[in-house]
């Protein structure tokens, strides 16, 4: 598969300590597309071996608008479904540009271990060093280990290592949009975690169509008028909730964006700091990164101050479990109750639909209504825009905000990129797999 992809997939066995590599057949992209389409061919093809399997999407990495996540796709520990969880930040993107589509991983270690993919290879280090570290301590070590900021990772705290259900992987030093458990998967193969990093290109079939196309779609995409807001609590007005801004305003240091998307679905909240600096600070641990909507918004209800609501999400990043599921299941009200609790928490968290797909990302259309009408119609559309955010790899907040970003569009640049005739049918039969 020459173009909009490294061509590669790789499988990495934890029991036997082997890394093999398969090409990525032109065939599998004409059947399945990419993203989830291809993790849960994947999934299907190892589910003997229990995989974690890795991906981006077809356009991940691109100029196409939000081109920004990636995927795992796994069974929940929790759930005993077959699962997907977007990779956002930057990560996903770091993914392709290290050299591979998918990582298939098998199999358990018999001691801990990390992997390390870099500009085509990967290795199978030892974690000895980290494991029982905390997600923080854990990024920063292999950041100082490879000499470069700039690395990637998806990580598990001590959550994962102790097997809770709640035990979420992280991505850098954020809490994810995990909600099935997966770093309980991680913790039970000894898997501390991914680190990525790569310089790769992504070639295209028909380069210069593909950039026109992309930029016009993202010219129509900039002439929405909520790409004046910025941020999460603007994100939780929309939903209703009035007075989030307000409680948030006094910490709000920043927003940030996604690879290439539009609207900063990310908010940085200074709590040890003067939330205005200018300047980067001098602090060790001057705040914390949120994208977790409804977390933030479950400390809110819970009484906490702004302040302490992100020293819990920060708390909650450090140790790798789900902030939604604490806030929610913990029974704390104050922020040393909550952050005690962690190992204790027990109860069921809702997953809407199918339950395949994280409720991190809210259950209907934000800023923009897309003309649809009751809470059937609403759900049917929230995982159809899902799945197919997933299979080509944008960023599935924003998805949820932009008509602009439709399957027709998606299908034209998928089809310019790659060269090949990639229609409605193929993608309606892909939905049907993934739903199957």
Known sequence: MEYLSTDKILVIDLNSAQVEEDELDESLVEEKIGGIGITKYLYDKYKDDDPIVVGTG?????????????????????????????????????????????????????????LWIHD?????????????????????????????????????????????????????????????????????????????????????????????????????????????KKGLGNILLALGEDDTNEWLDPITHRHSADYFTPYTTNTALFLDEDPGLLEESKKDEPGVLVSDIHALLGFKKLGLSAVDAGLALKACAKYGIDPFAVAQLSGKTTLEEITAS?????????IPGRGIFTPWCPAGPIFNDFSLSGEDEILAWWERRQAVSMIFGIQPIFSLMCPELNEENMLELASLGTGLDLTQEILDAVIDDIFG
Request: with cysteine; charged share 25%.
């Open 58 to 114: 077809l356009l991940t990495g691109t100029t196409y608008p939000a081109s920004a996540s990636g995927q795992i796709t796994a069974r929940s520990p929790v759930t005993g479904k077959v699962c997907h969880c977007p990779v956002i930040y930057k990560v996903g993107v770091e993914i392709k540009y290290s050299g591979f589509d998918y990582i298939v991983v098998k199999g358990k270690s018999e001691s801990p271990v990390y």
């Open 120 to 228: 085509g290879v990967a290795d199978i280090s030892d974690a000895a060093d980290i494991w029982g570290k905390n997600v923080w301590e854990a990024t920063e070590e292999l950041r100082t280990f490879v000499g470069d900021d700039l690395l990637q990772t998806m990580m598990i705290g001590p959550a994962g290592e102790n097997g809770s259900d709640y035990a979420q992987i992280c991505y850098n030093h954020w809490s994810s949009p995990d909600r099935f458990g997966f770093g309980k998967l991680f913790g039970s193969k000894n898997l501390k975690g991914f680190a990525f990093r790569g310089m790769g290109l992504i070639e295209i079939a028909e380069p210069e169509d593909y950039v026109e196309r992309s930029l016009e779609i993202l010219k129509e995409v900039k002439e929405n008028s909520f790409l004046e």
């Open 342 to 350: 962690f190992d204790s928490i027990k109860g069921e968290i809702a």
